[in-house]
T-cell receptor
Framework: DTAVSQTPKYLVTQMGNDKSIKCEQN?????MYWYKQDSKKFLKIMFS???????INETVPNRFSPKSPDKAHLNLHINSLELGDSAVYFC??????????????FGEGSWLTVV | AQSVTQLGSHVSVSEGALVLLRCNYS??????LFWYVQYPNQGLQLLLK??????LVKGINGFEAEFKKSETSFHLTKPSAHMSDAAEYFC?????????FGAGTRLTVKP
């Protein structure tokens, strides 16, 4: 059983399109995250939700909108895709927030290429 | 804010040689420290973490790291590299409601 699963794994789309990446965790965790990893492997947090409530919203364009229908799901919707959005997007979860030393469990990533 | 510096974006060792991946951190409060590993085309996986218990932390796959407060370091070591250790390794620091990842170190293992 995959603990944190995200779909699709690969996504190639044209500039200007709108796309979504879905994420589900079956670990019973309270907190979920979206991270972006750029071509240089730099990993940066985008959003964090705790029990469906947004607790971290880093400086990302408002074209990116997370949605958490329940605490096991955190989807990422991206409007008007731009070339610079090409990256690997990781969904992750932890028991409670990561600031108490809780381990973050990552999904396998979604490779987004905007052409 | 916390920060972490990984010295060396690329480390190459021979199979059977010592692995040493360096991580220095900056934190205004006692930190939690993590090492994660990322194999090609996969997500990050926890290797080990320091949460203010023992300063020498043992992790999976024979890796260990030592927290040295005086040096603000948390270097990752393994006595003998295996080919399967080839991956990207990330150090991360948590403190003051903030978590930061380092830029990563790519480990190459030569036969």
């Amino acid at each position: 059983d995959t603990a944190v699963s995200q779909t699709p794994k690969y996504l190639v789309t044209q500039m200007g399109n709108d796309k979504s990446i879905k994420c589900e965790q079956n670990l019973g965790h309270d907190t979920m995250y979206w991270y972006k990893q750029d071509s240089k492997k730099f990993l940066k947090i985008m959003f964090s939700y705790n029990n469906k409530e947004l607790i971290i919203n880093e400086t990302v364009p408002n074209r990116f909108s997370p949605k958490s229908p329940d605490k096991a799901h955190l989807n990422l919707h991206i409007n008007s895709l731009e070339l610079g959005d090409s990256a690997v997007y990781f969904c992750a979860s932890s028991q409670k927030d990561s600031f108490s030393g809780n381990t973050i469990y990552f999904g396998e990533g979604s490779w987004l290429t905007v052409v | 804010a916390q920060s972490v510096t990984q010295l060396g974006s690329h480390v190459s060792v021979s199979e059977g040689a010592l692995v040493l991946l360096r991580c220095n951190y900056s934190s205004s409060v006692p930190p939690y420290l993590f090492w994660y590993v990322q194999y090609p085309n996969q997500g990050l996986q926890l290797l080990l973490k320091y949460t203010s218990a023992a300063t020498l932390v043992k992790g999976i796959n024979g890796f260990e790291a030592e927290f040295k407060k005086s040096e603000t370091s948390f270097h990752l070591t393994k006595p003998s590299a295996h080919m399967s250790d080839a991956a990207e390794y990330f150090c991360a620091v948590v403190g003051n409601n903030d978590m930061r990842f380092g830029a990563g170190t790519r480990l190459t293992v030569k036969p």
